[in-house]
């Protein structure tokens, strides 16, 4: 099957409470994502 096939088909899940952010005054939510470009960058210290 192809990947466009899923296009728009399953919603991604809300973040969870609690995370802690950086840069912004208050949580994100993906109501507020919807429509826009996001990058995410996972990183951690080993």
């Given at each position: 099957m192809s990947p466009r096939m899923y296009a728009g088909q399953v919603n991604a899940p809300d973040f969870p409470a609690g995370l802690e952010w950086m840069n912004i005054d208050k949580p994100l939510t993906m109501a507020d994502l919807r429509g826009k470009v996001v990058v995410l960058d996972?990183?951690?210290?080993c």
């Open positions: 996972f990183w951690t210290y």
